[in-house]
């Protein structure tokens, strides 16, 4: 079946290397309507949007997500944390951070369909993203409260989930798929 939605998903790759050119207002406004017009149980919206361009406290939080890998047994942090200049935000011009109502229990499937819209939505506009689960470790540590407020999280929410947007400065073949992830019930 042709379908241009359809492969549109089919062409989106997590990209781990960016270019340095920021996001244009046009392209941030884009990806934040796609965002918020995302479907959430009950209408609830229960997510804010942060857009983060500044790279020094990207710098900061990546190090406290270090600190907090760093404590893990090895067999238990991200294999990338071998590599002494691996960053969690691979350097992306823009990140946006979803936080989220912490007494809804549908927070993390609703944020996570938010994302899902903003990576389709650079797909798009010929920009790459990667969303980001690790950053929670920054807010797992000492600096959790500064962060919370750096961000403007509403007073009580926490960190859900994040993704880099830029333009990408690398190609990435499709992942495989694995066919054996699928059943049908008649």
Same mark, same amino acid.
């Given at each position: ?34 965002? !918020? ?50 960053? !969690? ?5 823009? !990140? ?58 509403? %007073? ?22 694995? %066919? ?7």
């Amino acid at each position: 079946m042709r379908n241009e939605t359809l492969s549109l998903i089919s062409s989106r790759r997590s990209h781990r290397a960016y270019e340095k050119t920021p996001l244009t207002q046009e392209q941030l406004d884009a990806l934040l309507r796609a965002a !918020v017009e995302s479907p959430s149980a009950v209408n609830r919206q229960p997510w804010h949007f942060t857009v983060v361009r500044n790279q020094p406290l990207l710098d900061e939080m990546n190090a406290a997500v270090w600190e907090q890998m760093m404590k893990r047994d090895s067999n238990r942090r991200s294999p990338r944390f071998v590599d002494p200049d691996f960053h !969690v935000f691979y350097h992306a011009p823009t !990140v946006i951070f979803l936080s989220g109502m912490p007494d809804n229990p549908y927070t993390h499937i609703d944020c996570g369909i938010a994302v899902e819209n903003i990576a389709l939505a650079a797909e798009s506009m010929g920009l790459g993203s990667v969303i980001l689960g690790m950053p929670r470790d920054a807010f797992a540590g000492e600096r959790a409260d500064a962060f919370r407020q750096a961000l403007h999280f509403p %007073e009580g929410w926490d960190f859900a989930i994040a993704i880099a947007i830029g333009v990408p400065a690398d190609t990435k073949e499709p992942h495989p798929v694995k %066919e054996d992830r699928i059943s049908f019930v008649d």
